[in-house]
């Protein structure tokens, strides 16, 4: 398997969450070049298309609040 972000070697990891009650086990894909990590869950995520917020203060639409905690953030010095 080819990695989408560099195109080099990819291979099979598994990952255990001992720290549930229930040992769950699953098989993520990691680049040995650029580290580029691949499982299920990150597949899910990336197809989905983005959530938009409106915010009712500003009557604004953005994806996933960035714009929000942008202006938060340079408010507070940051």
Same mark, same amino acid.
């Given at each position: ?20 009650? /229930?040992? $769950?086990? %699953?098989? /993520? ?8 990590? !691949?499982?299920?869950? %990150?597949?899910?995520?990336? #197809?989905?298309?983005?959530?938009? $917020?409106?915010?009712? /203060? ?10 929000? !905690?942008?202006?938060?953030? #340079?408010?507070?010095? !940051?």
């Amino acid at each position: 398997m080819g990695c989408p972000r560099c195109q080099g070697l990819m291979v099979a990891d598994e990952c255990v969450d001992s720290e549930s009650s /229930a040992e $769950i086990s %699953i098989v /993520a894909w990691r680049c040995l070049s650029c580290g580029e990590r !691949l499982d299920p869950v %990150i597949l899910k995520n990336r #197809s989905a298309p983005p959530v938009l $917020i409106h915010s009712r /203060a500003r009557g604004q639409t953005n994806v996933y609040g960035l714009e929000v !905690l942008h202006r938060k953030m #340079s408010q507070s010095g !940051l």
